[in-house]
């Protein structure tokens, strides 16, 4: 980016000059050197990586010196039955956050839009543990998910015979992926209560006057004037499900076994193994799934936008 | 009639609240103040005997009170960092704003990449080595600010929106430069949308675990998310401990959140509703 604003700086003036008098645009008083700092930091520190980790994903590596092997990094991904659970276990944690928070998300903002008692404070309460440490928050749940701990006493207080949680290698990754949307939902909820305040009260108004239902009026009203929250709420949350990896780290990293690896998770563990062009090609994977994931999804929604 | 079943659904909805949001918080706060013996049973239950300064004093004296230096490391962090961020990002939205050019498109590209691209780790800890930053104070403030400026730059953006062109060229005609205009007039008119980005990325940051623990590793480095980590494994039957460290690290976004929640609850929905 760096290398494109300059040019523009020293010639800029001189190419816009045909269309306005040369005396008047002279210099801009917006001038493009104000984008040179973030974007040098910017590009160093961010674009650089990311371009580069395609390269070194084809190399062994040490970070001094670097061997081209070619796809081997990939052909190893995708041959070690270990990683492959992580591309599959990054796909089912994105999805079951992703969907549980936009329902639970919209459930709970319904409630917290109606006429009920201590609506602040309960507001307030579902928000807050968007605010808190996710590694305090997981070591916590850890302790609360023991299969003799809080929850299971709870839940066998009203005759649940609950599961191993974190021990289970069949619940490990469901289990964090619950305390995700624990942590997150109220996020996910203060956005759709935005977009449920934003809707003009006429409509209401007007459903009322023709005898709705509390159900038409969300099938009819609330559900598509809140169509922008709820896209909101479903990216942010599949680019954050995709990429999870500290409330993952804090609660099982990655076990029992291999079985609640996430890709990143498997990034950290091939770097801290000294294997950094696997690590690189496990960032490339991610990068791949995450765009192609994401950027149609943004295209599709802002497509549906202009034909409402 | 109507009021009664609200009032019973509020009721309700209360109880099932606070169950599932605030126990857990309790349940910590309740093992932050037992003795260790106490705690290690992990049941949620008032502390006998409250210990919970002592507990304070402990976990903060750990290991050569690398938590008071954590804390420290990790105020240094979040205060440059933001600093940093504020000045830079504003500078990109208000120019971006102001003036349509082709640019725009590439620089709303490179914004939507920020927010979307996960970063490449190792990559990223060979450029820091390269310029001799890697376990560098410095260089992970130089991360935070890359990885953070995305979200600063639409939240600027939008406010830059709603300040009139008028003021800027009338501070033109009066001969003022770009800089002067920029920091003079714009910049302090921007102060409600500067506390919104400055709370948000300071939970934001103050709560990195990942970036820390990538390009910042070593104990005489930690910052406060780590040491809880370090934590466990040292005391692993020392609970007492641990939860004292988890409370003390939630305490600086409880005391943000008690005073500014609303501010945050702006930031962080800006946007969402336009789409």
């Known amino acids: ?308 | 009639m109507r009021t009664k079943t609200h009032l019973w659904l509020g009721i309700l909805g209360i109880v099932l609240f606070v169950i599932v949001f605030l126990v857990p918080f309790a349940f910590i706060l309740f093992t932050a103040a037992k003795t260790q013996t106490e705690a290690g049973e992990l049941q949620f239950s008032l502390p006998t005997t409250w210990a919970l300064l002592q507990n304070f004093r402990d976990a903060l004296a750990a290991r050569d009170y690398m938590l008071v230096i954590a804390f420290i490391n990790s105020t240094i962090l979040t205060v440059v960092s933001i600093t940093i961020l504020v000045v830079l990002s504003a500078m990109v939205a208000y120019v971006v704003q102001r003036r349509q050019s082709r640019w725009n498109g590439v620089i709303n590209f490179l914004v939507l990449c920020g927010l979307i691209i996960p970063p490449a780790v190792v990559p990223t800890v060979w450029v820091l080595q390269s310029l001799g930053l890697f376990k560098t104070l410095g260089g992970l403030i130089f991360i935070e600010v890359a990885f953070g400026l995305s979200f600063c730059i639409l939240l600027f953006r939008a406010f830059v929106a709603t300040i009139p062109r008028d003021l800027d060229e009338a501070a033109i005609i009066d001969g003022a430069g770009p800089v002067r205009v920029f920091f003079k007039v714009i910049f302090p008119l921007l102060k409600s949308v500067i506390v919104t980005v400055v709370i948000v990325q300071s939970v934001v940051i103050f709560n990195d675990f990942a970036n820390p623990l990538y390009f910042l590793p070593g104990d005489e480095n930690a910052t406060v998310q780590l040491t809880v980590f370090n934590f466990q494994s040292q005391f692993s039957t020392q609970y007492n401990l641990l939860f004292a460290d988890i409370l003390l690290i939630t305490i600086p976004p409880l005391l943000l959140f008690l005073f500014l929640n609303r501010r945050i609850v702006e930031g962080m929905t800006a946007g969402a509703v336009k789409g």
Do not use: H
Not at chain 1, 137 to 159: C, E, H, K, R
Not at chain 1, 292 to 308: G, H, K, M, N, S
């Open chain 1, 1 to 308: 980016m760096s290398t494109e604003v300059k040019p523009r700086q020293t010639v800029g003036p001189a190419v816009t000059a045909p269309a306005p008098p040369p005396a008047v645009r002279r210099k801009s008083p917006y001038p493009y050197w104000f984008c040179l700092p973030a974007a040098v930091i910017f590009f160093v520190f961010f674009v650089v990586p990311t371009f580069s980790s395609f390269f070194f994903s084809l190399t062994r590596w040490d970070l001094t010196t670097w061997e081209f092997i070619g796809l081997d990094n990939y052909v190893n991904f995708f041959q070690e039955s270990a990683l492959l659970t992580s591309l599959k276990n990054t796909l089912i944690y994105a999805v079951v956050t992703c969907g549980l928070k936009v329902v639970l998300g919209m459930l709970l903002a319904l409630l917290l839009t109606s006429q009920i008692i201590a609506r602040g404070f309960l507001r307030s309460v579902v928000f807050f543990p968007v605010l808190v440490s996710t590694i305090g928050v997981g070591l916590t749940f850890q302790v609360l998910m023991d299969p003799s701990g809080l929850i299971n006493d709870g839940l066998a207080l009203v005759g649940i015979n609950g599961p191993a949680w974190l021990v289970d290698p069949k619940t490990a990754l469901l289990s964090v992926a619950l305390v995700d949307v624990w942590k997150g939902v109220g996020l996910a909820t203060v956005i759709f209560i935005a977009g449920i305040v934003s809707i003009p009260r006429e409509y209401f108004e007007a459903a009322a006057v023709d005898g709705a239902s509390a159900f038409q009026r969300f099938r009819r009203i609330i559900l598509p004037l809140s169509r922008p929250a709820t896209t909101t709420v479903i990216i942010l949350a599949l680019i954050g499900g995709l990429r999870s990896f500290d409330l993952i780290w804090a609660m099982t990293r990655g076990g029992p076994g291999f079985t609640s690896d996430v890709i990143a998770s498997v990034i950290y563990k091939q770097y801290q193994a000294g294997f950094y062009g696997l690590s690189t090609a496990g960032n490339v994977v991610l990068f791949i799934l995450v765009t192609a994931i994401v950027f149609p999804l943004f295209r599709y929604f802002a497509r549906q936008e202009v034909d409402l």
